[in-house]
């Protein structure tokens, strides 16, 4: 059989720009402007947060260093799904298959359900002052929670449809949205350097003067931290689930990929000494979310401080979901289009033949990320939404690092490998991902939180568990009820004489057993 008349293959349009912008866009998030408050309150001390977000920025390097090594040899959109798939293929692709779930179900949909709200309060924050304005709008305050998460939803429903829409505007709009979030960073940092070295007069505080006194021991507290600090970095790897939308990724992928790490690492580290050079820790512990919002009133005042920057800041968390929502559609296409999802080639995978979008697989993101949006409960909902999705994320991160060295033994001549990622860099990341999915279960003090420090990643691994009842009904029960092989696109065959092949069954039918 041919190809099916449903599928429509996506066009390479993507360049080194557009690439890097997409990895920038979603790493420059709600991250960096909410959570070196939330870290703080994890180990104590503003200058042990300086050094987990420099120690974040380096592990990051070494996993995209190894998403581009594996990127360039299976060129095709999926990302992690593909390198799990071609690293792990027994039993039946499960790991790359409990990835896709928890990819889809799980990590993109809970992601903008977080970020979202974060843009909402930067603009009710510019509307309507920060916390301390609380006497003022007692209303406003009160159901501040929900307020936040409505807002969310009509961006995000927003959002969606422009990737519905049109490929090369979704671009354009993450690029224009990219260049915004780089602009207020660069304000940012430029400014704190300034008060730093005593050329901006502000009100000073004590903030360095403990240097690591007082800093927590507790291995568990670093763990958590090292979560929030990886959710400001997580964006990467995006690129990856676009790859096969590239031009010349063995050309670009590594250009786009390792700029977007280096810039982001030296801007997230310049904006965390501004804010505690010039936000007193009491007022940080306050701000949470809002605290990139503090630092611009503190130094710009009532009307550019207060209102105009923290109206860029949410532009920029609108830019991290943007590139989110962008990266997903392709996770849910390439799933559906492998034979992960029932009947999914015959609609998830579905590409519009006229927009060139995957219009379904966005769609059944969209009703996924409403669902977290206004399922939990009010408190502490994006911290707990954080750590929830991380732990899974990291854990497959980490895997398909794994993954990277274990081909690069068993395919030492792989045709496609035309990178090679340097390997003590990306050990060190996947002893790092190891220490994050270990030490969570570690009790420390956490006192502002309203739920237990198991309870994310034990949420994490329920979901993990739970996704092995999907896996056997479709890639064991069904599979054989009807005779098919959902396997044979992973499979490779390398002969003694160093010739390789790949078997790929993508726009064909599945492979009868």
Known sequence: ?????????????????SATAVSISLMIGSGIFSTPALVLNLVRVPLMVVIMYILGGLFS????????????MYPENG??????AHSFQKPRLMISYLFSWSMIMLIAPASSA????????????????????????????????WISRGIAFILILFLT????????????FINVLTVIKICVLTVICFTGILCLVGAIKFEKNNNWSNGFKGAESNLGAYASALNKVFFSYDGWSSISYSVGEMINPAKKLPISATMAVLSVSLFYTLSVVSYFTVVPLEVVANAKEVLAAEFTSVIFGTITGRIVLPLFIGLSVVGSIA????SIGRVVSSAAQLGFLPDGRAKLATYHPKLKTPIRALAFNFFLTTIFL????????????????QYPTWMFYGLAAVGCVYLRFKYPNHPNRKYKAFLPLTICFIFVTCYMCVFPFFPFSKSDSTYPYYLAPVLGISSLIIGLIPFYL?????????????????????????????????????VTK
Not at 61 to 72: K, Q, V
């Open 114 to 145: 977080a970020n979202g709200p974060v843009f909402a309060q930067y603009w009710l924050y510019a509307i309507f002052g920060g916390p301390n304005m609380k006497n003022l709008y007692p209303k406003i305050f009160e159901n501040i929670d």
């Open 1 to 17: 059989m041919g190809k099916d008349s449903y599928h429509v293959e996506p066009v390479r349009s993507i360049g080194v720009f």
């Open 61 to 72: 390097l070494g996993g995209a260093f190894a998403f581009i090594e594996l990127g360039i």
């Open 323 to 326: 590139a989110e929502i962008f």
């Open 161 to 172: 449809t422009i990737n519905m829409l049109s490929v090369k505007w979704s671009l354009r």
């Open 79 to 84: 990302g992690t799904l593909r390198y799990l």
């Open 374 to 389: 206004f399922a939990p409960p009010p408190g502490d909902v994006f911290s707990l939404l954080v750590d929830f999705f």
């Open 474 to 510: 479709r890639m064991y029960w069904y599979a054989d009820k009807h005779n098919l092989d959902f396997t044979a696109w992973a499979k490779e065959d390398y002969s003694e004489m160093n010739n390789f092949s790949l078997t790929t069954i993508e726009n064909v039918s599945f």
